[in-house]
């Protein structure tokens, strides 16, 4: 949407902060300097240098575009061996890194000072030392001498306070707590003892093989995450933001309540790609929530549906803000199974939302956006949407063609490239392609940082079996019960999310968590979707709610209130999880047609019942007696079970017939009423 369109917006309210133009701008992906200085006070990884040294600048912008056309190169020809391309890869975004992120918040945000020259230096000695000596460092692992000792001890320190600077402190604490208890633990109570083990033996496991920094989470890091990072930049270089914005508005701004389900809509399409939920929240929530309120939403309740939509987003496929490529890298499984198992929770979740917010609306009294306003379908898809051809060729290249995940996005970049060109309006000069190259690469630091600091984690806990025994304590404290058993599960995988960005968060509950929910017979795939959806709900639950805070700096809302609010809207979200434990039909393991059907339409009704037993409404105030007849036939629903679905329809029968006959009954008074 162009600036001249904005006459198609809502004229402002007496209250409304921003104008039409101000939100059309939003629309098209243009923030302002406050909505910048937003997302940086709750998002870490969006607080970074504007250098203003000419030469030191330009240096950074091609040292960028290098690092990803190495990235590039090497995902087409193949790299090199894994310890060395791994090295070279945290190597690359520390060295970014440390240009990028200052030490500290008073430090000079303009200038690189010495000491991040030094640790840039540093940061590229590791990747020398191990490819001038790979055979030396591989052949003594487990026995290392002074300078494997000194090169793995500089590599930790670098990389948390890489970290440090890049996520905030939560995780490289975590790492600290954590190389403690490798340290120390033979001093622990009980089962969380082991031998212990000294420094030279945790440093060299960090360093030397593939179970530390150099593990997994970084390996996919420097292989998909950092390709679909760059994938989502490209497509934002040729105007897909804003696409997805207009479309969102045309498809439903008009609907009651409409501008909520904008919200939903845009941001669980750019929440699918980009994977970061603050960022998403103040991009897509500067013209969403200042609609929400202009239609007569609370503050809080606009925040919420913006961070509710925004989290969301990495849990929905194809992209799920790369955990998915985590995922199955460490179930290994295909890119694909995760995409098919992973869809049905993820649209459950998002419908609980969409219902929230239209029996909000109802409840309200509220009405959509006047249609002569908004965009038309036909007039966007026209405009932009050749732009979802790269996204429907990526979608067969993972489902149907048998291509390998790296080359499916290599071509779904350069199709995006091509396909761009068609029209005027979406076309990407050269200095374009360039801005989104050096962008992927920026983009990609902290995701990659916390992924190496994680491998610390990683190290410790496959070295002590500290995973093991988180597991059987989880299954102690659940006395065998499943339903107990999730429980603390669940909230091992909230307080550990909590502060720590979505991929690591994962990465850790997944490794402490998951294994206890596998020892009950759970399948692992739906053991690792329930560590990932509570680890990424911590960014919603107070005291420490990320995406709500910063909706609420978006609203004027109340922080606390608004991150009450998103759990309240969220709730189908936070018992979706247990649905597909119970029901693994609904992430389609192990299921014929009609099962699957049965269960997702049980499902689907169950989420039905949660969203109108937590708002009171249907087609009229609910009495809390209903309310509560109809959380009850939503549990029975969630069960999955034939006789527990039959009990949930007639729960449903009741609800939906009661609430019937109430609102006849006050429009007939209404209409008796002189």
């Known amino acids: 949407m162009s600036e001249k369109d904005a006459h198609r917006l809502p004229p402002p309210g007496t209250n409304a902060e921003p104008d039409d133009t101000a939100i059309t701008r939003a629309m098209a992906g243009v923030l302002t300097e406050e909505q910048q200085k937003l997302i940086e006070s709750f998002d870490k990884e969006s607080s970074v240098r504007k250098l203003s040294q000419g ?22 020809i193949g790299p090199p061996v894994v310890l060395v391309h791994r090295s070279l890869h945290v190597a690359m975004m520390l060295a970014l890194g440390f240009v990028l992120y200052p030490f500290w918040k008073k430090s000079d945000y303009k200038r690189v000072s010495w000491c991040d020259w030094a640790l840039i230096a540093l940061s590229i000695a590791v990747p020398l030392y191990v490819w001038i000596d790979f055979l030396g460092v591989v052949e003594r692992a487990g026995m290392p001498n002074t300078n494997d000792l000194i090169v793995a001890t500089v590599l930790t320190v670098l990389v948390l306070e890489g970290s440090r600077r890049m996520t905030g402190w939560a995780l490289p604490i975590l790492s600290l707590v954590f190389i403690a208890y490798g340290l120390f633990g033979r001093d622990m109570p009980g089962m969380f003892a082991h031998r212990g083990y000294t420094w030279p033996q945790l440093s060299n496991h960090f360093f030397a093989n593939t179970e530390g920094i150099y593990g997994t989470s970084v390996g996919v890091a420097a292989s998909y995450i950092f390709l679909f990072i760059l994938f989502g930049t490209v497509m934002s270089k040729s105007g897909m933001g804003a696409f997805f914005n207009d479309l969102a508005m045309a498809l439903a701004g008009h609907t009651k309540g409409g501008p909520a389900k904008v919200s ?44 509710c939509s925004s989290v ?17 890298e460490i179930l290994g499984v295909s890119y694909s199974a995760i995409i098919i198992h992973a869809a049905i929770p993820a649209l459950l979740y998002y419908l609980g939302v969409l219902i929230q917010v239209h029996l909000r609306a109802g409840k309200l009294g509220l009405v959509g956006l006047p249609r002569e306003r908004l965009p ?8 932009k949407g050749h732009l979802l051809i790269p996204i429907f060729l990526l979608l067969y290249l993972l489902l149907f063609s048998g291509t390998t995940v790296v080359f499916s996005a290599v071509i779904a970049i350069v199709t995006t490239i091509i396909v761009a060109c068609l029209k005027k309006s979406t076309r990407m000069s050269v200095k374009d392609i360039c801005d989104a190259f050096a962008d992927g690469a920026r983009q990609t630091v902290p995701v990659a940082m916390a992924c190496a600091c994680v491998g610390i984690i990683i190290g410790v806990i496959s070295k002590t079996g500290f995973g093991l025994t988180m597991a059987g304590t989880i299954i102690a404290l659940g006395h ?85 609010a998103a759990v309240k809207l969220a709730l189908a979200g936070f018992i979706v999880p247990f649905m597909f434990v119970y029901s693994p039909e609904i992430m389609l393991i192990d299921t014929t047609l009609f099962d699957g059907i049965r269960v997702v339409t049980g499902a689907c009704l169950g989420v039905l019942l949660i969203s109108v037993a937590v708002e009171g409404y249907l087609f009229t105030r609910m009495p809390w007696l209903l309310r509560i007849v109809a959380m009850s036939g939503a549990f029975c629903l969630i069960d999955g079970g034939l006789y527990s679905d039959m009990l949930g329809l007639t729960g449903l029968i009741v609800v939906v017939g009661a609430q019937y006959f109430i609102a006849r009954k006050e429009r007939q008074r209404t209409v008796a009423t002189p």
């Open 264 to 307: 939903v809509v845009s941001s669980a399409l750019l929440g699918s790609i980009n994977g970061s939920a603050v960022a998403n929240v103040v991009t897509t929530g500067a013209f969403t929530i200042p609609l929400m309120k202009k239609t007569g939403y609370s503050k809080e309740f606009s925040g919420a549906v913006e961070a």
């Open 376 to 383: 038309q379908v036909k007039v966007v898809l026209k405009d």
């Open 312 to 328: 969301g987003g990495q849990a929905l496929p194809p992209v799920m803000g790369a955990a998915a490529f985590i995922m199955a």
């Open 480 to 564: 065998q019960s499943l339903l107990f058993t999730l429980f603390f599960s669940m909230i091992t995988c909230m307080i550990l999310g909590m502060g720590v960005p979505s991929i690591p968060a994962y990465i850790i509950t997944a490794t402490i968590a998951a294994p206890a929910l596998a020892k009950l017979g759970i399948p692992e795939m739906a053991a690792h979707l329930f560590a990932f959806y509570y680890a990424m709900f911590a960014n919603l639950t107070p005291p420490v709610a990320l995406a709500a805070f910063a909706a609420a700096g978006v609203s004027g809302g109340d922080p606390m209130k608004t991150g009450y």
């Open 55 to 76: 030469v030191v600048s330009r240096m950074f912008y091609w040292a960028c575009i290098a690092v990803t056309l190495y990235h590039f190169i090497t995902s087409l």
